[in-house]
């Protein structure tokens, strides 16, 4: 029997909140479980700062990606249970995919670092490259698992994340506007938010899927259970993904970060606040070991540390994400966005960094798309409905609710600023009170949305 073929002579089986259990029933699946790349996720938060508004959510990528493992698993029993191959060609599944689409399916986060997308965005990583490069590195216990299939198999298996498999069965198990990694993600997040609008009947989506040869469909008759899961989609961006307090957390996070790499680029940063782990970071010359030796917990001591920095900016900084202390905000549009120099040049003559203390957020979503566009480099696959006879037909032109907001861009744009602006408190100079004030009616008297 060879390494792809073993299975475990006892299916082991991990408690799961959502999912009840989760099935390992593949020697390779336990053994990349058991990986130092794939425990590192433990320590990596799903939902980065959102933590810090829905206290429940303490949850990490790697019970997401233990999770994806399972609906992937499901979705592959189902198909091979109702809808195997019989002719190739035929598109039915064919179950010689399975052990690639459990490992891109349990893989697929492996790359993300610390308060993931905010770290990209200061030090302009890529999750998805970094998870490729796991799979392929040499380097990794990732790899030597998975080299163990066969040659070629992380290969194959980076080629799923990366939409570029053959098999589009496979690729939009993962990746589509309904897939393991979408329904897993959502249900969880509701479940440790304590957000019961993100819910959707998982099990009736999973029945209705079936393959055929240009990628997954649903059932016809499944039309009100996809509808229930897009609708669930939309309202865990608005109350959650987009909530503006996270948001205001990720600008002071975003801002920290800005502020330590600026003092040590300008060889300002006294020896004991130097963050060694970050250094290849701010030197813009790091490499997969300096990537994978950070998680939130190493970024969370730096901050400590950085609290007692003699930068006042940072220390401060820190102050604020560690003790969260968000940042105020309010909505602008383009009426009300030329408004916004004013409010900078107010907070300046209060005394704050405008640079580190204001700033521009802009978070929308697209709920549902059902333009597919060939010609963009990973075009979203549409969701399709299967009539008995096989015809196809794109949801939209079937389903009068999803109609009603595809193609519909959906979020806000908000202008952050100090708390104190509003607030001032007992302890601010009584100079700066008529600024504090001109402030506040500046907002309502323009008749900007009111600050959250």
Same mark, same amino acid.
């Given at each position: ?184 993600? +959502?249900?969880?997040?509701? @479940?440790?938010? *304590? /957000? =019961?609008?993100?819910?959707?009947? &998982?099990?009736?989506?999973? $029945? ?118 968000? +940042?105020?905000?309010?909505? @602008?549009?383009? *009426? /009300? =966005?030329?408004?916004?120099?004013? &409010?900078?040049?107010?907070? $300046? ?104």
């Amino acid at each position: 029997m060879t390494y792809a073929q073993q299975r475990l002579p006892r299916e082991k089986v991990l408690r799961d909140p959502v999912h009840n259990y989760v099935y390992v029933q593949h020697q390779v699946i336990l053994d990349l479980i058991n990986t130092r790349e794939f425990q590192r996720l433990r320590r990596i938060k799903q939902l980065g700062t959102a933590s810090l508004i829905f206290h429940g959510a303490e949850h990490s990528r790697f019970g997401h990606s233990l999770g994806v493992y399972e609906i992937t698993r499901q979705i592959c029993d189902n198909f091979q249970r109702n809808y195997p191959m019989k002719t190739p060609g035929d598109g039915g599944w064919d179950d010689r995919e399975r052990l690639t689409a459990l490992c891109a399916a349990l893989l697929h986060d492996i790359g993300h670092g610390p308060y993931s997308h905010t770290f990209e965005h200061i030090f302009h990583t890529n999750h998805e490259a970094i998870t490729v490069e796991i799979l392929t590195s040499p380097e990794t216990e990732v790899n030597q698992v998975l080299r163990q299939v066969s040659p070629n198999f992380p290969e194959a298996v980076a080629s799923v994340i990366q939409k570029t498999y053959p098999n589009p069965q496979v690729v939009q198990m993962i990746s589509s506007q309904i897939d393991a990694d979408r329904m897993d993600y +959502l249900l969880r997040d509701a @479940y440790f938010t *304590a /957000t =019961q609008y993100g819910t959707f009947d &998982l099990t009736r989506i999973l $029945r209705v899927m079936r393959p055929y040869q240009g990628g997954i469909a649903f059932a016809m008759n499944g039309m009100h259970a996809v509808e229930d899961y897009i609708v669930s989609r939309f309202q865990m961006y608005q109350q959650v993904y987009f909530h503006p307090v996270s948001r205001a957390m990720e600008v002071i996070l975003d801002h920290l970060l800005g502020r330590a790499n600026e003092l040590y680029q300008a060889d300002q940063t006294d020896e004991s606040f130097i963050p060694h782990l970050l250094l290849p970071f701010f030197n813009r010359q790091f490499d997969l070991q300096d990537y994978l030796n950070l998680d939130d917990g190493v970024l969370t001591t730096y901050f400590t540390h950085w609290r007692q920095s003699p930068d006042k900016i940072l220390a401060d900084l820190a102050h604020r994400f560690l003790d969260r202390k968000p +940042l105020k905000s309010v909505e @602008y549009d383009e *009426a /009300t =966005q030329a408004l916004l120099p004013q &409010l900078r040049q107010l907070i $300046r003559s209060v005394g704050f960094n405008t640079d580190y203390y204001t700033a521009t957020d802009n978070s929308y979503d697209l709920p549902y798309d059902d333009a597919y566009d060939p010609r963009i480099t990973h075009p979203l696959t549409q969701i399709e409905l299967q009539e008995p006879d096989g015809t196809l037909l794109e949801l939209s032109t079937v389903s009068d609710l999803v109609n009603a907001i595809r193609g519909k861009f959906t979020g806000d744009q908000r202008f952050f600023f100090p708390k104190e602006l509003l607030n001032p408190g007992d302890d601010a100079p009584e100079i700066f009170q008529p600024i504090y004030d001109e402030f506040s009616s500046y907002i309502q008297n323009n008749q900007l949305i009111q600050p959250k």
